[in-house]
């Protein structure tokens, strides 16, 4: 039978059974570190892991492991996670080194700037490739080292033909720049992008804009614009909270009381609406079709 986990951010962690409703409840009396839960994802070895205010947990189904300063981490509050193809855990928050982890052993980098404070904004991922933007700069591993370059209006990407995207002014349309400075295409977005919340480049494909009422996908490869809307049964079609997990080879969108996966059609499927009064802000499915809801 499938399970459905509850974290809720300042009680518990719940654990219930979907259909039957038997509750098993976990806490930090069990281990958690906090109930404060921004993110949940997991390695491709099958572990669970927690992001929260207090170290980032890995859950191997029976045992909490926590990593905090101690461990190596910069700071304790970790707010966003990527897994690497390689099957690193890079974390990202606001702080003066930024890393992964790897076998249970914590690796962070500094800048090559002296007393550089990193605030990422955006997390962009080709397969082990990772890089964040903060509001100036993008910022690229080199020789053990966050090594930045200017941002020009525009959102890097790592792929052999794209070197940038360009949100126009009035955030209407959006123009694709080559390596080599050229247009390949200009987009019109008809919705501006004034709500833009969370975006990125989640693979070696797609680049993805977040708002509250529509996601809008960029094929990297043919150059075809996606927008999709949240057009649920059971919930009105304005989500708060949504961001992507690329996990398992697969893509998932969660926010605000759902969960979805997108298709190879790039629609949202197998939806899950969570229930209003657990008041969710971000859920995940593993792969063995577990169900874990992080809740205010």
């Known amino acids: 039978m499938k399970k459905i986990h509850i974290i809720t951010l300042y009680l518990l962690m719940w654990v219930f059974f979907s259909y039957a409703q038997q509750y098993t409840n976990y806490s930090t009396k069990n281990g958690l570190p906090s109930n404060h839960v921004y993110r949940i994802t997991q390695d491709y070895d099958g572990f669970i892991w927690f992001l929260t205010d207090k170290g980032i947990v890995k859950y191997n189904g029976s045992e909490f492991k926590t990593f905090t300063t101690k461990e190596g981490l910069p700071t304790n509050d970790i707010w966003d996670v990527r897994i690497g193809h390689d099957n690193k855990i890079w974390f990202f928050t606001k702080a003066s080194a930024i890393g992964y982890i790897e076998n249970d052993i914590v690796y962070t980098f500094e800048s090559n700037q002296k007393n550089k404070v990193f605030y990422p904004r955006i997390i962009s991922q080709n397969k082990d490739t990772i890089f964040f933007t903060d509001t100036e700069k993008a910022f690229y591993l080199e020789n053990n080292q966050w090594r930045s370059q200017k941002l020009y209006n525009g959102e890097p990407i790592i792929h052999q033909q794209i070197k940038e995207l360009l949100i126009k002014k009035g955030l209407d349309s959006l123009e694709i720049q080559s390596h080599g400075g050229s247009t390949l295409k200009t987009i019109a977005l008809n919705t501006a992008l004034?709500?833009?919340?969370?975006?990125?480049?989640?693979?070696?494909?797609l680049f993805c804009w977040i708002t509250q009422q529509k996601i809008y996908l960029l094929n990297l490869n043919n150059l075809k614009s996606i927008k999709i809307d949240y057009n649920f049964k059971n919930q009105n079609n304005t989500r708060k909270f949504v961001r992507f997990s690329a996990v398992n080879n697969k893509i998932q969108f969660s926010g605000e009381n759902f969960v979805s996966f997108l298709d190879?059609?790039?629609?949202?499927?197998?939806?899950?609406?969570?229930?209003?009064?657990?008041?969710?802000?971000?859920?995940?499915?593993?792969?063995?079709?577990?169900?874990w809801i992080a809740t205010f």
Do not use: A, M, V
Request: charged share 30%; no cysteine.
């Open 264 to 291: 190879k059609n790039y629609q949202l499927k197998n939806t899950i609406e969570i229930p209003k009064h657990l008041n969710s802000h971000f859920s995940f499915i593993d792969k063995n079709k577990n169900l």
């Open 194 to 205: 004034t709500e833009n919340k969370y975006r990125g480049q989640l693979n070696d494909s």
